[in-house]
């Protein structure tokens, strides 16, 4: 019994530090609200509204834009205020911007103009509030745990993705689509009120502190950003892996839907149930992935990710219309790990090899980068399926993402055991300015 209660006192680790389970507390409540207007946004569209098809690519189109737009800028000011600050203001934004959708369908004055407005508002201090939290982790948490920390957080979103669609379905059946928003909007507030009540991590930004006349322009912190991340080669090569897996990922996902439907014909019913089981393997992967880091080095980890995740897709490919469920779910059991390994420990090597006043700026940049292949992928994966095919062009998806490990097995990457800390060996010196002439090793 006491082997026992001292592993579940392990696992639980940071969340016994009061700040640091104040941020757990906060991120999950909001997730599954996320996830919850997720899918009841396009319901209002489509229920409420009768949108068209186009309407509602649109309106999915206007809540990842912010992402393309607002990603480097946010790390700016992220970097330039105080964090908690920031995350607090995006919570409280984003409450009062969904509450508008059960407010104006109450009143009748709801139209799709305003459910354009406030997805691409909503996703904007989305986008503050996702750069922001990656940057005031480290205020919290020592950077040799920066791994559990993250982790512990992939957990809970990784959780809502599981819970919130199934939720989010109840509650639309319930109280219709527009009032089920109204939860996501008392989930920011009670975010909120857990970011409140964190104390430790308040730093004064080195902006803050810096008279006006003495910052950088704001274009040249941008650049300052992104100078630091692509002269890094951890950080080169991690983002280089990540950009091929994402691209080569979306080709197949753009189309996933209507391979299911068509090639494989299962029905709606069947598809939310298979999908769920398979995000099991999410759960799961987020809650080992720091663990698997540990023990097989960081290098060797994200490389066997990679590969794990592309040749999951292979099984979708490969899936006879017959017996494909297991196929589906056992590809979604080996994808949700993998792809938790390479979340979990490639943003804790990011974080622990940028020094503070850069944060913010070189976490945008990651998510940027990454972030930038995902438009592209689809549209290959249009294209593609409309000339060879649906199962091809999953078969060539899975394909390309094995070319991911290459930007890996080509970097000092390959050998990394543990999560190095500042300053690290390529040359990055106390206050994180890099040194060219060794950082090209």
Request: positive net charge; hydrophobic residues 55%; without cysteine.
């Amino acid at each position: 019994m006491t082997s026992v209660r001292d592993r579940l006192l392990s696992w639980g680790g940071l969340l016994r530090q009061p700040d640091f389970r104040r941020l757990w507390l906060a991120q999950s409540v909001s997730q599954v609200g996320t996830q919850i207007t997720l899918l009841a946004l396009p319901l209002v569209a489509i229920l409420v509204l009768g949108a068209s098809p186009l309407e509602v690519g649109v309106l999915g189109a206007l809540e990842f834009l912010p992402f393309l737009l607002f990603t480097l800028p946010a790390g700016v000011w992220v970097d330039r205020l105080q964090r908690r600050r920031i995350l607090i203001a995006a919570d409280l934004g984003r409450a009062g911007i969904l509450a508008f959708v059960p407010a104006l369908h109450f009143l009748d004055w709801l139209a799709m103009w305003q459910l354009y407005v406030i997805a691409f508002a909503a996703g904007t201090l989305t986008v503050f509030f996702d750069v922001g939290y990656q940057a005031f982790l480290p205020e919290l948490v020592s950077r040799d745990r920066l791994a559990e920390g993250n982790s512990r957080l992939e957990v809970t979103r990784s959780a809502a993705q599981v819970i919130g669609p199934g939720l989010a379905g109840v509650l639309v059946g319930w109280v219709t689509a527009p009032i089920a928003i109204l939860a996501d909007a008392l989930s920011y507030i009670g975010s909120a009120a857990f970011l409140v009540r964190i104390r430790v991590g308040q730093r004064t930004s080195v902006a803050t502190t810096t008279p006006t006349a003495q910052r950088p322009g704001f274009r040249r912190e941008i650049a300052e950003g992104l100078r630091y991340f692509m002269r890094n080669p951890y950080l080169r090569a991690t983002a280089g892996g990540v950009v091929t897996l994402n691209f080569a990922g979306q080709i197949s996902g753009a189309i996933f839907l209507v391979f299911v439907v068509r090639e494989l014909g299962l029905s709606p019913e069947l598809i939310g149930l298979t999908i769920a089981i398979g995000s099991i393997g999410t759960v799961i992967g987020a809650a080992s992935a720091e663990v698997i880091g540990r023990r097989l080095g960081v290098g060797r980890a994200l490389i066997g990710a990679f590969v794990v995740s592309s040749a999951s897709t292979f099984l979708i490919a490969v899936a006879p219309r017959d017996a494909a469920i297991p196929y589906l779910i056992v590809s979604g059991l080996l994808q949700g790990p993998a792809v938790m390994v390479v979340n979990v420990n490639a943003l804790s090597l990011r974080q622990a090899v940028t020094p503070d006043h850069l944060l913010g700026r070189v976490n945008a940049t990651g998510r940027w980068i990454a972030w930038s292949a995902i438009p592209l992928g689809a549209v290959v994966g249009g294209i593609l399926a409309t000339t060879i095919g649906l199962r091809p062009t999953i078969a060539a998806s899975a394909f390309l993402g094995l070319f991911a490990v290459v930007w890996l097995i080509a970097s000092p990457l390959r050998t990394l055991r543990e999560i190095p800390k500042l300053p690290s060996t390529f040359g990055l010196g106390a206050v994180g300015t890099p040194e060219t002439a060794s950082m090209e090793r």
